[in-house]
């Protein structure tokens, strides 16, 4: 049996609806809001999703913030780590997901492997801490701005590929 986890966090409730989607597609999977866990548990497993959102020119969502110390000190060595990010590209398309990013970069420091990157094609923003090689990092939602039905579809292939990534 895989061990696979979601940690996330959400103001409004919009990450969390992709953490249900992405639940949706993948077995034995357990979901943690960090407002209620912290970073504790994140330890305890091997391939870890990791959901937030960017709030504020380009800040983790705020209990991200509260956690980041802790966080920052967990050491992700042998772990598995992919991101999705939840954010508004018209409203905000100067800081598009730009908290992936930062998770991102603090994964990387913390010795963790990336997996998940896709495509920026078919979104529309300026500029976004989130992309490497001209690739988001990780799986970007804006929820705001498109249909239903088009997020699910994405959830599904990327969490094909995290099937075949995952350990
Ligand atoms: C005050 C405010 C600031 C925001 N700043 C950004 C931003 O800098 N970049 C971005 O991509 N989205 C930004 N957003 C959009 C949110 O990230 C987006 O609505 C997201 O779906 C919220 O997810 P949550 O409800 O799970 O926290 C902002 C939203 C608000 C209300």
Redesign the pocket.
Known sequence: MRNIAIF???????????ADFISKELDDIKEFDIKITGSDYINDYTNIIL?V???????L?LEWQKIWDPFCKIDFTDKKVAIF?????I?????????MGTLYTQIKKSNGQIIGNTSIEGYQ?NS?KAIIDNKFVGLA????NTQEHIIIEKVKSWTEELKKNFN
Request: proline share 2%; no cysteine.
């Open positions: 996330y966090s959400s103001s409004s409730g919009d990450t969390k609806t992709v959901g959102s960017t709030y504020t020119d380009g800040q969502q990010g939840l954010g508004d590209q409203k905000y398309p100067d800081n598009f997901v730009d908290a923003f976004s939602v804006d929820l705001n």
